[in-house]
């Protein structure tokens, strides 16, 4: 069972350790990850990760679907950020087919994919003070997620699942009134913000509990392949959202969030500064938001020609049209994205 773990450096004559199985059936790890923990007291002295516990066959279940059938499965690989799944899913038959995305839905994507990257720090915030000893933030957040869910299930229909981004585009328009509720947001999760603030980052216990504690610096980062708030915490600047160009990031005024510092505090400086740039992100959008379509119609004719039957009178009420299935040129091709988590990609 130990073949190529690292031994413990621990005095063989220590014998009041104890081995503890955290996960993989879990409060916070709910069945997907088992970490074996050899605690001296309260110090953690030795970690073995056991991996694999999430594994539900999706790559099986891709086979036999056609890429619009298969958005609904992927939501559910982070149901905290799903917006970024969608993105992946059809951001890589684009390019290969080299569709392109109307101005105004690539500016509607980036609206919900910073409110899905506040909705997943969010719930990062919440729990980690919980762990070490702060519970009120822990119900703090979820009065902001209960508005972000607000404003998800008034444009997607849907609380978590989605199912919002499509070929071409997104599957329905903003509704009326939707980009007033979304600003009145913003502008209320900045004050939240500061006090978040106020509340956690100058707390002294707070500070020595995370201040100086799981330091990674830059090199073990990159050595490691972490990335995400976890790279930028040790001093790397990289940010797929500025170093990919994707979607239409370079249209707005942000800065990519970084410490030197490594430790937990650095990391959790990085998260709040990421939600603050994401309201200035979400709130430009809006504010130069173009008309337009949300959607490439010339995508529903690629079967059909001039006489699909998309351009017929009665399918313009439809609600969320499927996109039709289309030959792509075979190739390959990573597509990625700046998740809240770090760096998501598809092969």
Not at 49 to 55: E, M, N
Not at 192 to 212: A, D
Not at 259 to 279: C, F, N, P
């Amino acid at each position: 069972m130990n073949r190529g773990r690292k031994h413990m450096t621990v005095s063989a004559t220590r014998k009041d350790l104890m081995i503890v199985n955290m996960g993989p059936h879990h409060p916070s790890m709910h069945g997907v990850l088992r970490l074996i923990l050899t605690l001296d007291g309260e110090d953690v002295i030795d970690c073995e990760p056991i991996l694999g516990y999430l594994h539900r066959g999706m790559e099986k279940i891709a086979e036999n679907r056609t890429i619009i059938q298969y958005l609904p499965y992927v939501t559910r690989w982070d149901y905290l950020a799903t917006m970024f799944t969608e993105a992946i899913t059809v951001n890589g038959p684009e390019q290969l087919g080299n569709i392109q995305v109307p101005k105004r839905a690539s500016y509607i994507r980036v609206i919900m994919l910073e409110l899905s990257r506040i909705a997943s720090h969010l719930l990062w915030l919440g729990p980690f003070m919980a762990d070490i000893g702060a519970q009120t933030p822990f119900f703090y957040i979820f009065r902001e997620r209960e508005l972000l869910y607000d404003l998800f299930e008034a444009a997607t229909g849907m609380r978590m699942m989605h199912n919002y981004f499509r070929i071409g585009g997104v599957a329905v328009d903003l509704p009326y009134g939707w980009i007033d509720k979304c600003l009145d947001f913003c502008d209320y999760f900045l004050t939240e913000v500061v006090e978040y603030q106020k509340l956690i980052t100058r707390n002294p216990v707070f500070l020595q509990r995370v201040e100086g504690v799981g330091i990674i610096d830059g090199e073990e980062a990159i050595n490691w392949g972490l990335s995400g708030p976890m790279l930028r915490a040790s001093g790397i600047q990289w940010d797929l959202r500025k170093v990919d160009h994707y979607e239409c990031y370079d249209e707005f005024d942000w800065e990519v969030q970084w410490q030197k510092e490594g430790d937990s505090l650095a990391r959790y400086l990085v998260r709040i500064g990421e939600m603050t740039e994401s309201v200035k992100i979400i709130q430009q959008a809006i504010e130069g938001i173009p008309g337009g379509a949300y959607e490439n119609l010339e995508v529903r004719r690629f079967d059909g020609g001039r006489h699909s039957e998309w351009n017929d009178f009665d399918y313009r009420f439809i609600s969320k049209k499927p996109s039709p299935a289309f030959e792509l040129s075979k190739q390959e091709l990573y597509v990625r994205v700046e998740a809240p988590k770090g760096e998501l990609g598809i092969f």
